[in-house]
C-alpha cells in the first residue's frame, strides 16, 4: 500500500494505527520532502531506497545524470577547441587543463604541464615548499599564505615569551618599572595579528557577507514599502513613478553617490574591522539594485490577497495591524519570496560589478585584480572565478527557492 | 410576532456604463428569533448579493436591515457566515483558524476559557482528531466543518450560510446537513441559509423564501415547512407534505424557467 502525500484526513484514523508499530520508510514522502527542497534529483534515489518501481527510478537517474554529463562533456569540448585557437601575443584563452591548474596548483597527470614555458621540463618536481603546489595557482597562493601566518605567529610567540622571561628576569631584579615595560611590549606583540594578502577563499567570504548586508538592507526597506504599496492605493500613485525610475539605473551609475555616503559616513576603521568603507559601498549598490524585485513583488502579492480571506478579517472586524499580520502578509509570503529571490540574484550579479569599483576585497576585486595581472595564468583564474560565481549564485538561488516552497501551500485558495 | 431581523425594501443597484444594473430590489423579510430561514432561488438571481448585503461585505444600494433592534452597518462577528468556499486561511491549523473569531469575539475570557470554546465547537463537528491539521489536509468536507465551527464559535445573534454545501458531493452534504442541524438545535440561532438545493431547503428550514428571477429580484413566494424538530431525513421523506413541499416549491422554481424563456416575459423586464 503506498500512501500518497494528500491523503485525505477522512482514512487517517486507520493509517495512523496501520503506522504505529514503527516508524516506516516512505519513500514517497521522502522523495516529496527531497522536491520541495529543491534536490529534486535525489528523489529517485529516494523510492529506489524504498524499492517503488526500481526499474523506473534507475532510468531516471541515468536520464538526470548522463544527459548532463553529456553536455558538460560538449561544453569543455567546444572550449577546449576555442583555447586552441583564440590567442594572442600576451594571452589566450586558457584551456580547462590551465584553468584546473590555475585552482589547483597541480598539473593533471599524463596531460603534461598545462604552462610548459612556465617551467623547464614536464616532470620537475616544482614548487617543494607549498607541498608542491604552483604559488601562482589559487591553492597554491593559499597554501603559501598559510604557511607565512603559521612562521608569523611562532615568531610572534617568541618575541612574546621574549619579553616576558625578560619581564620576570626583571622583577627578580627588583626592577618593577622595567618590569612593567616589559609585559608591555609582550602585550604589544601578543595583540597583534597577521595581515597578509587575502587568498581566493578570504575574497568568498568577503563577497558573502557583502551580499549578506546589502540583501537584509533592501529587505527591510522593500518589505514595509512594498507592504505599504500593496495597502494604499493612494501611497502606491504617489511612490510608483520614484520605483519605475530608479528601478532600472546600473548599479556603475549608483557607485558614486553610494560613495559619497560611505565617504561621509565612514571614517578610516581598523583594517579588521568590519566597516570598511570599500565593503559598506559594495553593499550599499547591491542594496539599491536588489532593491526593486523585492518591492514590486510585495505590493502586487498584498494587493492581491483572496478577497475571501480579508472577509473573513472584515468578518471577525479584526484591527488594522492583525489584519496585516495575520492574514495580509501570509497570504502574500508567497509573492515576497519570489521577489527575494529575484532580489538575491539580482544582488548576486550586481555584487562582482560593486566589488569591483569599489575595490571590496571580494570576488570582483579578484577579477579585477586578475584582468590586470593580464597573463595566462590570470586568465584562468579568472574562469575559476567565473565558475566560483556561478556556483555560488545557484547555490543561493536554490536557498531561496527552499523559502519560497516552504511558504507557499499546494492549494493557496482553501 | 416579534421581528427580530428585517429587511426592509432592500435593494442592490450597480452603476455600469449602460445605466444602472438592478440586481435586487425591494426585498422584504421579517424573522423571528432563532428561526431558520433558507432562501431559494435560481443562481444568478442575486440571493447571494442579499445575503452579502446582510452580512455587511457589500454595501447596501437601498433599505435597510435590522437585527435585533439595531440597524446593520459594516461586517462584525454578530453576524457568524460561513461561506460557500470555506474561507480557511491555509498557513493556520484548523485550531488557530477557529481560534481567530474566537479570540475576536472573546477577548475579555481567560486563555483557559476560549481554548475550551474553540475545542469544545472543534469536538462538535467532529473534528476532534484534525485540531493541528492544517486546511491543506483535510476534504472539502471536513474543510466546511471547520467553517462551521468557527461561524457558530463566535455565538453569533445571527448565522449566516452562503451555499455552504454547493460545492459537496450528496453524501457529503448530507453529512454536513446533519453536523449543520445538531449545531442549530443545540443553539438555536437565528439562521439564514441561501441555497438552490430543493430538499435541502426542506430539510432544514422553518420558511423557505423563494426569490424571483432577476433583475430586481425580489421575495416571490414563503413556503412554511410545518415538519417539527428534531427532524429525521427518512421520516421526512415518507411524510406524504414533503412530497407538497416539494411540488410547490420545484413548480415555482420551473415557472419562473418557464417565464424568463418566453419572449413576453423578457420585454416586460426591459
Known amino acids: 500500500m503506498s500512501a500518497s502525500i494528500v491523503d485525505t484526513a477522512t482514512n487517517s484514523a486507520d493509517e495512523k494505527a496501520f503506522r504505529k508499530p514503527g516508524i516506516r520508510y516512505n519513500p514517497n514522502r521522502v522523495a516529496h520532502n527531497l522536491n520541495k527542497l529543491g534536490l529534486g534529483y535525489f528523489s529517485p534515489f529516494a523510492r529506489l531506497i524504498g524499492r517503488d518501481e526500481p526499474a523506473k527510478q534507475v532510468r531516471e537517474i541515468l536520464t538526470n545524470t548522463l544527459l548532463p554529463v553529456v553536455a558538460f562533456a560538449v561544453f569543455i569540448l567546444i572550449w577546449s577547441v576555442l583555447a586552441s585557437i583564440v590567442k594572442t601575443d600576451s594571452v589566450q584563452i586558457p584551456s580547462p587543463h590551465q584553468s584546473w591548474y590555475a585552482l589547483t596548483g597541480k598539473a593533471i597527470p599524463l596531460l603534461g604541464h598545462p604552462f610548459p614555458d612556465s617551467v623547464d621540463g614536464h616532470s620537475k618536481p616544482y614548487f617543494a615548499e607549498n607541498e608542491g603546489l604552483d604559488p601562482k595557482s589559487i591553492n597554491g597562493f593559499a597554501a603559501a599564505e598559510k604557511a607565512n601566518a603559521q612562521k608569523y605567529y611562532v615568531s610572534q610567540n617568541e618575541r612574546v615569551q621574549k619579553f616576558k622571561d625578560r619581564a620576570t628576569a626583571a622583577e627578580k631584579e627588583g626592577d618593577s618599572e622595567k618590569a612593567e615595560k616589559y609585559r608591555g611590549n609582550a602585550e604589544m606583540f601578543a595583540s597583534k595579528t597577521y595581515q597578509g594578502n587575502k587568498t581566493f577563499y578570504d575574497q568568498i567570504w568577503i563577497s558573502l557577507l557583502t551580499i549578506l548586508i546589502g540583501f537584509v538592507i533592501a529587505t527591510l526597506i522593500a518589505i514595509p514599502i512594498g507592504v505599504l504599496c500593496g495597502i494604499s492605493p493612494l501611497f502606491n500613485v504617489a511612490v510608483n513613478p520614484l520605483i519605475q525610475l530608479f528601478k532600472p539605473v546600473s548599479p556603475l551609475a549608483w557607485f558614486p553617490i553610494v560613495f559619497v555616503l560611505t565617504t561621509w559616513g565612514i571614517d578610516t576603521p581598523p583594517s579588521d574591522s568590519i566597516w570598511q568603507r570599500a565593503l559598506w559601498t559594495s553593499a550599499g549598490v547591491v542594496m539599491l539594485c536588489s532593491l526593486w524585485p523585492t518591492l514590486i513583488n510585495t505590493a502586487v502579492g498584498v494587493a492581491s490577497v483572496d478577497r475571501d480571506h480579508l472577509n473573513v478579517a472584515k468578518v471577525l472586524k479584526l484591527g488594522w495591524f492583525k489584519r496585516i499580520w495575520k492574514i495580509v502578509l501570509p497570504a502574500s509570503l508567497p509573492l515576497i519570496f519570489t521577489g527575494l529571490r529575484l532580489s538575491i540574484g539580482v544582488g548576486w550579479m550586481v555584487l562582482i560589478a560593486a566589488d569591483m569599483m569599489a575595490q571590496n576585497q571580494g570576488l570582483g576585486k579578484f577579477v579585477w585584480d586578475m584582468y590586470q595581472n593580464g597573463d595566462t595564468m590570470s586568465t584562468a583564474q579568472i574562469i575559476v572565478a567565473v565558475f566560483v560565481i556561478g556556483g555560488i549564485g545557484f547555490f543561493l538561488d536554490r536557498i531561496m527557492l527552499v523559502f519560497q516552497r516552504l511558504v507557499t501551500f499546494e492549494d493557496q485558495s482553501i | ?270
Open chain 2, 1 to 270: 410576532m416579534s421581528a427580530y431581523f428585517e429587511a426592509i425594501n432592500l435593494g442592490k443597484t450597480y452603476k455600469t456604463p449602460s445605466g444602472d444594473a438592478v440586481i435586487v430590489d425591494g426585498f422584504e423579510l421579517t424573522m423571528k428569533k432563532g428561526e431558520f430561514v433558507c432562501v431559494l432561488g435560481h443562481s444568478g438571481c442575486g440571493k447571494s448579493t442579499v445575503l452579502s448585503m446582510v452580512a455587511g461585505l457589500n454595501e447596501i444600494s437601498t433599505g435597510s436591515v435590522i437585527l435585533d433592534g439595531t440597524e446593520i452597518e459594516a461586517a462584525s462577528p454578530d453576524r457568524g457566515v460561513v461561506f460557500q468556499s470555506p474561507c480557511l486561511l491555509p498557513w493556520m491549523t484548523t485550531w488557530d483558524n477557529v481560534m481567530l473569531g474566537v479570540n475576536q469575539v472573546y477577548y475579555h475570557a481567560s486563555k483557559q476559557e476560549r481554548n475550551q470554546i474553540v475545542e469544545y465547537y472543534l469536538t462538535v463537528v467532529g473534528l476532534a482528531d484534525a485540531m493541528k491539521k492544517r486546511p491543506g489536509e483535510l476534504s472539502a468536507g471536513m474543510r466546511q466543518r471547520v467553517g462551521l465551527a468557527r461561524a457558530f464559535a463566535l455565538s453569533p445573534k445571527m448565522l449566516l450560510l452562503d451555499e455552504p454545501f454547493g460545492m459537496l458531493d450528496k453524501l457529503t452534504k448530507f453529512e454536513l446537513q446533519q453536523v449543520l442541524l445538531d449545531l442549530w438545535n443545540r443553539e438555536r440561532l437565528t439562521a439564514m441559509m441561501i441555497t438552490h438545493d430543493v430538499d435541502e431547503a426542506i430539510y432544514l428550514a422553518d420558511r423557505v423564501v423563494m426569490m424571483t428571477n432577476g433583475p430586481a429580484a425580489r421575495v416571490g413566494e414563503i413556503v412554511e415547512i410545518d415538519f417539527e424538530r428534531p427532524r429525521d431525513r427518512r421520516e421526512l421523506m415518507l411524510d406524504p407534505r414533503y412530497i407538497e413541499y416539494r411540488k410547490q416549491l420545484i413548480s415555482f422554481l420551473e415557472e419562473r424557467v418557464y417565464l424568463l424563456d418566453s419572449p413576453s416575459n423578457k420585454t416586460l423586464a426591459a
